[in-house]
T-cell receptor
Framework: KAGVTQTPRYLIKTRGQQVTLSCSPI?????VSWYQQTPGQGLQFLFEYFSETQRNKGNFPGRFSGRQFSNSRSEMNVSTLELGDSALYLCASSPTPGQANEKLFFGSGTQLSVL | AQKITQTQPGMFVQEKEAVTLDCTYDTSDPSYGLFWYKQPSSGEMIFLIYQGSYDQQNATEGRYSLNFQKARKSANLVISASQLGDSAMYFCAMREGLAQGAQKLVFGQGTRLTINP
């Protein structure tokens, strides 16, 4: 069974541009969540989607948005990029949300560099 | 306030020794879950072990065990017989709001473990 796939693996953008990151969950998984990882702030929750609906959102500005498609694939978008948006963006999937011991399966992430 | 605290930024251990990675947490929710993940240099977060707040026994998964001390709000990871491949970042994480079906994980800052041959 293929794992969580994130594309692209690396991305370089300049300030003010926008970017779209893609995540394909494990087959059969319907819940997708996104995390931002930086050396200074560590791992922070961005948002979570289930059945094409955003269930939870972290404390990030409106420039960060996402969506989920009917096949459970998810995209996140960052508009008007800032230098501080440089980070590893991790996507995680799970079969369904809410099970107490349900572990999240993570992808290898997209490393975004904003110049 | 920090919800998850990992006080060891880095640890160096000799191969085949056991190692304990510390994690303390803070929550007023009676229903929560605690996780440990490993992150090698490739970036992928790999699930290691889970402990539920109502679990009576400490969780074990192969060479990994979790020393859960609920009253002290402590969930230390123990790796027995360490191997060179264990060198990585290790993150402790907590899921709160289980009754509401929350999926969000809160992570600690991590501990970089280096296994020396």
């Amino acid at each position: 069974k293929a794992g969580v796939t994130q594309t692209p693996r690396y991305l370089i953008k300049t300030r003010g541009q926008q970017v779209t990151l893609s995540c394909s969950p494990i087959s059969g998984h319907r819940s997708v969540s996104w995390y931002q990882q930086t050396p200074g702030q560590g791992l922070q929750f961005l948002f979570e989607y289930f059945s094409e609906t955003q269930r939870n959102k972290g404390n990030f500005p409106g420039r960060f948005s996402g969506r989920q498609f009917s096949n459970s694939r998810s995209e996140m978008n960052v508009s008007t990029l800032e230098l501080g948006d440089s980070a590893l963006y991790l996507c995680a999937s799970s079969p369904t949300p809410g099970q107490a011991n349900e572990k999240l399966f993570f992808g290898s992430g997209t490393q975004l560099s904003v110049l | 306030a920090q919800k998850i605290t990992q006080t060891q930024p880095g640890m160096f251990v000799q191969e085949k020794e056991a190692v304990t990675l510390d994690c303390t947490y803070d929550t007023s929710d009676p229903s929560y879950g605690l996780f440990w993940y490993k992150q090698p240099s490739s970036g992928e977060m790999i699930f290691l072990i889970y402990q539920g707040s109502y679990d009576q026994q400490n969780a074990t998964e192969g060479r990994y065990s979790l020393n859960f001390q609920k009253a002290r709000k402590s969930a230390n990871l123990v790796i027995s017989a360490s191997q060179l491949g264990d060198s990585a970042m290790y993150f402790c994480a907590m899921r709160e709001g289980l009754a509401q079906g929350a999926q969000k994980l809160v992570f600690g800052q991590g501990t970089r473990l280096t296994i020396n041959p």
